[in-house]
């Protein structure tokens, strides 16, 4: 059926805006009185209008900011020229001077501030926060910032050797999110967006979920007395192997808790690719679907991990028995797969972000280090779950060899990755070793 929409009084008012505001004021305009058109079709057509005129809007916007930034000379020209030494170009007390550039031209138009800004975005990856954001908020976006956020929580190792790999994990990882949700940089790509978009959004508030997440289900369950004595069995054993004296067996700490840092530095770096370079991504292209994809999978693993947590917390604090309920029916371990999804999604998102840049712009030596930095964070903390998956699977076959419910109940399940195949084990004492907190 017809709009009920009066046409010629839209179009005047369509014409008063481009006027007015320019073409990005009269499509925002021209979103606008789609809806009303999406309102009055039927429903079998309202949902791809609405589809797009959720894009349109957002587009229209971001070129007017696009459009303000460059009459502001934030954003630098299409065809700028190429500093030979970036890192120079920054530390120079003049930086337009011809003898740091390749082919003598200077971006003549911009301050020497302006021209700094240009090179460390466009040349060493580190956009310049928005203005008003305080200098610690800021310095938490920067590469030595987010070394801060892993290494600095996780010194709670040194009060118990546990809480490097529990506390310290949750943080680090909540800390990286937040400052990447407060750090929306200036960007400037040919796709012309302003901040942070959406796909980056969705990613690091998924770190800041994981991380809250996390630490708020550790210390519930801390209270419980059979976790409490399994943190001082952890703590006994670590201590029984250390140097003595408090300062020699704190020191000893530290070669764990750095690695740990590194390794959560290296979870870290699909986040920092996508912050980067998730505003290349073109809209409904195959790396579009990709990213989206992979947010889709970090938000199923953190459901399943967080889900799996409570479903196996509640029986255990009831009976110390085998948990077959609700997830449990289907997953041995959905906690650890949800973690596993989780991280894969994470990664198959920041891969995505940094592949669309490439395609704009070429890949560069820096993001080939921040994409060997996913791929270590990736490896590692697939193998430490795949461990803690194996362990735990031997673990179960030790203390119900004899239940025929056990057997009953693998032969039904999925057992998630793990380094080798369940084997029955016939002597407990295999069973010692093992650190996790109950089958």
């Given at each position: 059926p017809p709009p009920p929409l009066n046409m010629r009084r839209s179009s005047v008012l369509l014409g008063a805006a481009a006027i007015l505001g320019g073409p990005g004021w009269a499509e925002a305009f021209s979103g606008v009185a789609g809806l009303h058109i999406a309102a009055a079709r039927p429903?079998?057509?309202?949902?791809?209008?609405?589809?797009?005129?959720?894009?349109?809007?957002?587009?229209?916007?971001?070129n007017w900011w696009a459009a303000q930034l460059a009459k502001k000379k934030v954003i630098p020209p299409l065809f700028a020229p190429e500093p030979l030494n970036?890192?120079?170009?920054?530390?120079?007390?003049d930086p337009m001077d011809p003898t740091l550039w390749a082919d003598s031209r200077v971006p003549k138009h911009l301050s020497p501030d302006e021209v700094k800004d240009y090179v460390r975005l466009e040349f060493?990856?580190?956009?310049?926060?928005?203005?008003?954001?305080?200098?610690?908020?800021?310095?938490?976006?920067?590469i030595p910032g987010m070394w801060a956020i892993c290494i600095v929580p996780t010194m709670l190792g040194l009060i118990k050797a546990e809480y490097a790999v529990s506390y310290g994990y949750g943080w680090a990882m909540a800390g990286l999110g937040l400052a990447t949700l407060l750090n929306a940089p200036i960007v400037a790509t040919p796709s012309l967006c302003f901040g942070l978009d959406m796909i980056t959004r969705q990613h690091a508030l998924l770190y800041v979920l994981f991380g809250l997440r996390l630490n708020s289900f550790l210390a519930f369950r801390s209270n419980l007395p059979v976790f409490k004595k399994l943190v001082q069995t952890i703590?006994?054993?670590?201590?029984?192997?250390?140097?003595?004296?408090?300062?020699?067996?704190?020191?000893?700490?530290?070669?764990?808790?750095?690695?740990?840092?590194?390794l959560y530095f290296g979870m870290g770096a699909p986040l920092y690719l996508t912050k980067m370079y998730g505003a290349s991504i073109?809209?409904?292209?195959?790396?579009?679907?990709?990213?989206?994809?992979?947010?889709?999978?970090?938000?199923?693993?953190?459901?399943?991990?967080?889900?799996?947590?409570?479903?196996?917390?509640?029986?255990?604090?009831?009976?110390?028995?085998?948990?077959?309920?609700?997830?449990?029916?289907?997953?041995?371990?959905?906690?650890?797969?949800?973690?596993?999804?989780?991280?894969l999604g994470s990664c198959i998102t920041g891969l995505a972000s940094c592949a669309a840049a490439a395609v704009e712009g070429g890949l560069t030596r820096g993001m080939l280090k921040w994409v060997a930095g996913t791929v270590f964070g990736f490896a590692g903390i697939q193998y430490v779950l795949m461990q803690a998956t194996?362990?735990?699977?031997?673990?179960?076959?030790?203390?119900?060899?004899?239940?025929?419910?056990?057997?009953?109940?693998?032969?039904?399940?999925?057992?998630?990755?793990?380094?080798?195949?369940?084997?029955?084990v016939d002597d407990p004492s295999r069973s010692q070793n093992n650190t996790k907190a109950g089958p």
């Open positions: 429903k079998s057509m309202r949902r791809s209008t609405i589809v797009s005129v959720q894009s349109g809007p957002a587009n229209s916007m971001t970036a890192k120079k170009v920054v530390g120079a007390k060493l990856n580190a956009p310049r926060p928005p203005p008003g954001v305080p200098a610690v908020v800021a310095a938490m976006g920067t703590e006994d054993k670590r201590n029984a192997n250390a140097p003595e004296g408090f300062v020699m067996n704190r020191l000893s700490r530290l070669p764990f808790i750095l690695s740990c840092s590194a073109v809209q409904g292209s195959a790396l579009w679907m990709t990213a989206k994809a992979g947010v889709v999978a970090m938000y199923t693993g953190f459901v399943l991990e967080a889900v799996g947590d409570y479903q196996k917390l509640r029986e255990k604090s009831k009976t110390d028995g085998l948990v077959t309920k609700g997830l449990y029916r289907y997953l041995r371990h959905p906690n650890y797969s949800g973690e596993q999804l989780l991280w194996t362990t735990l699977e031997k673990k179960q076959s030790v203390k119900y060899a004899t239940n025929p419910d056990y057997q009953s109940w693998v032969q039904k399940t999925w057992g998630g990755f793990t380094f080798a195949p369940t084997q029955q």
